[in-house]
């Protein structure tokens, strides 16, 4: 089978595209992922192969490099350009899946339906539609938000399948396209080479220079808004002297420096400690010598209460326990597989109570963590992916 995947960003971190790209060219199929390149992303056009023989073709013109070009302010003119760039790509991307005929198409997010739409139009093409979020609940320009819808409705039609990440997108898009078939759940789970090797160590005390004996909390991932952050830093002041909390992950400066006057302006900031992001396949491993793993997704947006995050896989697969906020798709996993606590979003009083009480009765929640942590692979749940394919192909 000839897979083609679409996605409008140049590949740089996008883990999911990767691993469908990776994992669709490992069982046997032929498969390319059409994305950005040249511009201001970091990639030139070109083709790069895989090592899993999977082929990135990167389009566009070659412009000036990410490094030489300033971001523009957020204004009319910027958003007409972003969308000029969107509908370029479109044209471009449809033009070379179109010559290199695939048997079904794999589009990632609302930003590619123009092209797959394009493709289905001509060529008779099916193609499939990933929505890794919900696109309508995102904070947009009012025009942009209407295209999106526009280019949502025109397509929905003519979804051959759909694919998201969590159930309660899931649920949403059922109702909202009154889709006949639930989408297909492909939740964003790490690799099943990410789980930690036996007898492997973790390196986040050394490298948040914890001293020995006390208790760590982590948390995974970019420090930035509606994410919990600010909330575990503000509960650690309820927690004991000896408990110190890592953050791992990328951390804007911007971000960083709020949540460290955040830490000063409640006693904590000796407490706190910033911890430089490692690869993602690595994180299991490189957390797991953690006491506790705070998952703690604020509900600003529908996105952000239907989240499921990476971070919470990647906690499983390091056998840690976690405490997590009421977001339902967050608390759902944690609670049915029994490997923590839920405390309510923006209570921070009570997210420092669930924090003390996994960490006086951890060793039960690190278990049920350990045991669960083998089925927490992305291979199980591409299989879901591969079964949509089979499907659409065959009809």
Known sequence: MRIAYIVHNDTHGDARVLKYLDSAAANGNEARLFAVGGGVTRFPPGEERRPSGGVIVRLGPRLRTV????????????????????????????????????????????????????????????????????????????????????????????????????????????????????????????????????????????????????????HVGLI?????????????????????????GPAPKRSRDHIASVAREHGVADRVRFVDPVESDAVPTAISDADVSVVYPQPVSLNSIYSLPNKLFQSIQAGLPVVASDAEDVAEVVTSLEIGVVAPARDVAALARAIADVLASGDAYREAARRAAPDMTWEHEFARAAELYDAVVAR
């Open 224 to 248: 930035g808004p509606a994410r919990g952050v600010a909330e575990t830093v503000k509960a650690l002041a309820f927690l004991p002297d000896d408990v110190y909390l890592a953050l791992i």
């Open 67 to 218: 490094d030489k070009v300033k971001p523009g302010p957020k204004s009319r003119r910027r958003w007409l350009q972003l969308g000029l760039r969107q509908w370029t790509f479109a044209f471009r991307a449809a033009a070379a899946i179109r010559r290199w005929k695939p048997d079904v198409v794999h589009a990632h997010d609302a930003d590619t339906l123009f092209a797959a739409l394009l493709v289905r139009l001509v060529s008779r093409t099916p193609f499939v539609y990933d929505a890794h979020e919900i696109w309508e609940a995102q904070t947009l320009p009012p025009r942009i938000a209407a295209y999106y819808r526009w280019i949502l409705d025109r397509s929905s039609s003519r979804w051959a399948g759909t694919i998201t990440v969590s159930r309660g997108i899931q649920r949403w898009m059922t109702e909202r396209f009154t889709l006949r078939t639930e989408p297909s759940l492909v939740r964003n789970v790490p690799l099943a080479a990410s789980l930690p090797v036996p007898g492997s160590t973790g390196i986040l005390r050394s490298a948040a220079a914890i001293p020995e004996g006390a208790r760590l909390i982590v």
